[in-house]
């Protein structure tokens, strides 16, 4: 009954829009709420800026009661709105192990990205260092809470939600920065991300898809501004990614828009 | 019930710890949870280390199922857990914008410190337009949210049970930055904190406390740390507080342990 009062505006390929949809995939509700496409390579539109009181930022979410912002605040209201099934933990001890893991969320976030847009090829094992450092408290906080298990709890609940598409984000370390977690000292969260990565509610994106959408980051810019020397960015929705080569890996030799497929030879 | 099974280790004057004790009196149920005091001036019991898998920050709670840090994490987890009444909002919607509120918590605080630790008098007004910022975007989300309302909702709830221990905190901006809100353009924020101070479920630390306690903070060092030359913190338990003198309030000069009253003279 609320399908269509439920707006997401929200980037394609955007890690915090792909949360929302990855918990509407577990509730099998995907078709409760519309998503609608904004263009980051092109101007806001004033109105979408107006809705969000000046933010930029994506997603927003329309509801019937006012408008929404913030990836986590918008997961934790779909959930409570639609309780059945809840994805959250179901007590409330549990609940507050999955809150103490998802607020590392931030700093994991920012680590990768700060890892990928950085130029200085000789600050590259500083910001892999940073990397680490964050997997390997996770590796701790699952080890202490769930030492035996895939997921934090028996099942891909809230905190898969919000790390699955970051772990998607980095396949971009792995293409651009040779990026892998070390064989020794990360067993546990190795174990979780790849049954992260595998989960079916959790296949709105593919490698390929971001490690070509994501060059630009690589390029040390961000939210669909263009590098020095480019006249497309990376994530234009035309030509499709599909059709565009991969990029080359080594990003330090900046690419033009002819080498990465985004205007014709 | 749950009385005896639930323990906050906390540093008394600590904001994050006072979230929880103001959380506590709104349910009238102040003594479900004992609180044990740390000496931060001192090292960091290995045991107290152990419970909190190697963090030292506090406030950490130890419940029968096991061990919570992260102050809004225990606040979540004791609201749900005592749920007559409820300090969270009613509804998904309006929990919803009230963690909107909450989300800024971070930056906010953070301002907020970084300011009072600032020693370089040159920087000083920078800091203060960056405190000034996030006053502002308080400002505009209430004048959003509740525009004639003194809390966010029709009652004090969880984001002034997160907010007004910062209020309280930021009495050492007044007192050693001559730190006031302009008298103009923020007289929504300035209706909510006044509140928010006012509140007879937040009484646990007074204006004096603070000062007296984060001198050192003024002086650029936290965590019962040092500031050079010093040999007691403005920490310290002994002597107390209300038997000190009021500190210098210019924090560029600094003040010895005896004229702190920490010592004798």
């Known amino acids: 009954m609320h399908s269509p009062e439920l707006i997401v505006h929200h980037i394609p390929v955007c890690p915090f829009s792909q949360r929302l949809e990855i918990l509407l995939a ?3 509700l995907r078709d409760r709420v519309a998503f609608r496409v904004v263009d980051v390579t092109r101007p806001r539109d004033p109105a979408l800026l107006r809705l969000a009181r000046g933010s930029t930022a994506l997603p927003i979410m329309r509801t019937p009661q006012g408008v929404l912002r913030e990836s986590l605040v918008i997961l934790r209201y779909l ?5 059945a099934p809840m994805i959250a933990a179901p007590d409330p001890y549990r609940r507050a192990v999955e809150a103490m893991l998802i607020a590392r969320e931030g700093g ?3 680590a990768g990205y700060r890892y990928v847009m950085n130029r200085d090829r000789a600050r590259s094992s500083a910001f892999r260092d940073a990397m680490l450092a964050q997997y390997a408290w996770i590796e701790d906080f699952l080890a202490w809470q769930s030492p035996g298990g895939v997921f934090l709890s028996d099942r891909f609940g809230l905190a898969e939600a919000v790390f699955t598409p970051m772990f998607m984000r980095f396949w971009f370390l792995e293409y651009y920065e040779d990026f892998a977690l070390p064989a020794q000292g990360f067993a546990r969260v190795r174990r979780w991300r790849e049954a ?4 079916p509610a959790a296949q709105q994106v593919c490698r390929e898809e971001i490690v070509k959408s994501y060059y630009d980051y690589a390029q040390g810019v961000g ?12 994530f234009a929705f035309a030509p499709h990614w599909r059709e565009r080569p991969w990029p080359p890996r080594d990003k330090y030799a900046p690419a033009t828009d002819a080498m990465l497929g985004l205007i014709a030879p």
Chains 1, 2 share one sequence.
């Open 108 to 110: 994991f976030t920012a």
């Open 79 to 83: 959930d409570e709105l639609f309780p």
């Open 26 to 28: 577990l509730k099998g």
């Open 196 to 199: 992260c990565l595998a989960h």
């Open 223 to 234: 939210n669909g501004a263009l590098p020095p020397g480019r006249g497309v960015s990376s």
